[in-house]
């Protein structure tokens, strides 16, 4: 999107609530995309370079150290995309104050809440990796590239809070930016420290926060450009005082984000478990089952999240258009994200069904079984998850709208409603290939349960146009 210039004292008017729909998703979702791409690249890049230069049981490491991982996201995009939506509603209604306190409480929040995430995950390391499964094989290598991890805890959370709301300010590119820079140092560095110095999965890791650093840096930077520049929301040392009424508010909005990522917590501890138990009791071994789905689950990661940056860049123009009562915009704007959505993760699901022997072998094929099982995990876990385009913008679309209660129930129905039961009932009659079939089943059935909470909603947003249309002509 090219950005509005301003000469002192204009007023800018924000293009969520005047550019063609089409266009104006197309603009904010590309860079949310390729935003959640990177961010799902920090896991890829490492599990990469890291399985060619430490092998599959540093890749069961990051695989280990993942759920805390998530935990990180979570908190993130708790307060993210609820000071995102939040803001995004009251600029919609011309409340630009209240907007800029969201973005201010929202930024001096993350920073104390990470710090005691820091301290407190070093203090639990060892019990909290063994919860998520590491083994005796693999804990050395978790202990090593996760403790370093949680030092970068704040450079993260910020990055991803600051992220949301650049988009919510109107410039999606910005976000993409700060996220795309620390991306390709963190693909630069990753080889430099595990192939030149020799640093392991410790490089990998050091390599990743460095990387979280720049994006938050530079994030910042921007929330605190001269006030003459085309700003909507800007850092401010004295709107930074808490304001936990509007915190709460925006914590209760960010609640369905929260919760996705806390139940993916949840979900990937159950599995990790799982996949040692029944694949010490099968030829595959433990250790190979959880390096194999730890590297299937990155891949998953990569196809949901052009659901997610569709998802997040239709949130900001829903939640405007919410303050201003732009109906047939907030429709057209679901309608357009989801059918983008769906068609984007089916692509890349044709491309996973067709050629999985040759995305496995980028992750290393030192080891016979590991390839051998990660294909077949390939092809039967993401068999359905196509369906997780319609999913995840419904679920945006509550969230942008203020019904955060049906965004939390959808937000957990896949995972901690459907996918963990399906995980513990399923391979007590089919074994480890039971964890493989639990996804499919989910995914499909979520899809049919989230139907049944989005055709009211749109029946109630097309009866709310119709009202409008012959208001507007009396």
Known sequence: MKEQTATPGQKIENPLGTQPIGKLLVTFSVPAIISCLI?????????????????????????????????????????GAGSSAHAAIRLGEKNEQEARQALNNAFSFTIVLSIIIMVLGLIFLRPILTLFGATENIMPYAIDYTGIILLGTPFNLVSIVLSNLA?????????????????????????????????????????????????????????????????????????????????GHFLLLGISSGITQSVACIMQVVMNKSLVYYGDLSPITG???????????????????????????????????RGARKFDRIRRTYLIAVTLATVLIFLCWIVCQLMPETIISIFGDDNASFSDFAVKCLRIYLFCIFCAGFQIVSTNYFQATGQPLKASVLSMLRQLLLLIPLILILPLFMGLDGILFAAPIADFLSAVIVAVFIIPEMHKLNRAVHEQKAHTTA
Request: proline share 5%; aromatic share 10%.
């Open 167 to 247: 988009r919510t300010d109107g410039h999606p590119r910005m976000s993409m930016y700060g996220m795309l820079i620390g991306a390709a140092l963190n693909t630069v560095l990753d080889p430099i420290y595990i192939f030149v110095f020799h640093w392991g999965v410790k490089g990998a890791a050091i390599a990743t926060i460095t990387s979280q650093l720049i994006s938050a840096v530079l994030l910042t930077v921007y929330f605190i450009r001269p006030a003459k520049t085309p700003l909507h929301m800007r850092l401010d040392r004295k709107l930074m005082r808490p304001n936990f009424p509007l915190i």
């Open 39 to 79: 961010n799902s690249l920090y896991n890829i890049v490492d599990q990469v370079f890291i399985g060619q230069g430490v092998g599959y049981l540093g890749n069961a490491a990051t695989t280990v150290a993942f759920p805390l991982m998530t935990i990180l996201l979570a908190f993130g995009t708790l307060i």
């Open 287 to 321: 250790d190979v089952a959880l390096s194999a789905m730890g590297v299937v689950s990155k891949i998953a990661m990569i196809m949901a999240a052009f659901g997610v940056g569709v998802g997040i860049g239709a949130q900001p123009i829903m939640g405007y258009n």
